[in-house]
């Protein structure tokens, strides 16, 4: 057996959101049209560390793609990263693993591509006021997927960190704000992506008809989300079954899903237009999946 490894190096040398966008669009359809095989994500508690361990595997057959993401969150994690992952990439025909590629790339690029998706299909705005909460890698990230799709206005970001919003502001040349009442003032898009686990967006800080990319509150127990903001949101999910297992944003304020993002793209499901709009998203091992074979392609062809 002769597996290849594949750095981070090399997935961010390849990987852009030109192609990972649309691959995100195709792979949440897929999903709501029931063509793809996977499971719920598994997760073991780490109490020791506050961590956690999640198994994500998944098989799409059209697209030959066949994986399985490990990935850890230790949370309080201060000299590496919160996040670590791999993907096993497996031959569709044999089984035989093929490729271990670092996945921390991978994750941070398609869960931004992923909100990219959802906000080309659910808001409306063609030049958004943007607010970001939060200012890690997922913040980096999202702006940079978003920015693909669409100019902005103005870009204003809070974090629960004012030096790290400073920073990222500087970076980025965007505004920093002093609380996340104030970014997200007049926002006609709203990006949460802190560690949170209570709410940092409030109801009645929200513009009618704002959109919302909830990325946050990966735990079932935990939730970024003022519940009265869940409850009066139009809510649109990656899955219905892991939202109702998973999200703490979704379970705590028992708030009622509309449609699952894949099921607007394929047309199963109309957009309700005029009224606040929320993407829960938790993230989808078929994304992972896809985005390896995708890296693979890339590779392969630098080779």
Not at 249 to 271: M, N, R
Request: charged share 20%.
């Amino acid at each position: 057996m002769n597996v290849k490894l594949v750095s981070a190096a090399e997935v961010k040398n390849v990987l852009t959101f030109k192609d990972l966008i649309p691959l995100m669009e195709n792979a949440l359809k897929k999903f709501s049209e029931k063509k793809i095989e996977q499971p719920v994500r598994t997760v073991i508690p780490v109490r020791e560390s506050n961590g956690f361990l999640g198994i994500m595997p998944a098989y799409s057959s059209q697209d030959q793609a066949l994986a399985a993401k490990l990935v850890t969150f230790f949370p309080h994690n201060t000299d590496v990263p919160t996040h670590n992952a791999v993907i096993v990439v497996f031959n569709t025909s044999t089984g035989v693993p093929e490729m271990l590629m670092d996945g921390e790339v991978i994750t941070t690029m398609r869960t931004a591509a992923v909100s990219a998706v959802a906000t080309k299909h659910l808001c409306s705005v063609e030049e958004p006021r943007l607010a970001i909460l939060g200012s890690g890698v997922q913040a980096r990230s999202h702006y940079q997927a978003l920015s693909t799709l669409m100019k902005f206005k103005d870009v204003r970001i809070w974090s629960r960190t004012s030096a790290n919003a400073e920073s990222l502001s500087k970076e980025l040349g965007c505004t920093s704000c002093n609380s996340a009442e104030e970014a997200v003032k007049d926002a006609d898009v709203i990006i949460t992506v802190t560690s949170s686990s209570k709410p940092v967006l409030m109801k009645e800080w929200v513009k009618p008809g704002a959109y919302i990319n909830a990325v946050g509150a990966c735990r079932p127990d935990w939730h970024e989300i003022d519940p009265a903001l869940m409850n009066s949101a139009v809510l649109y999910v990656d899955s219905r079954n892991a939202a109702l297992k998973e999200s703490g944003d979704v379970i705590l304020a028992k708030a009622e899903i509309y449609a699952e993002v894949g099921e607007v793209i394929s047309g199963q499901k109309e957009v309700v237009k005029g009224k606040t709009t929320l993407f829960k998203s938790l993230g989808l091992a078929i994304e992972d999946v896809m985005s390896a074979k995708l890296v693979a392609e890339l590779l392969s062809k630098t080779e």
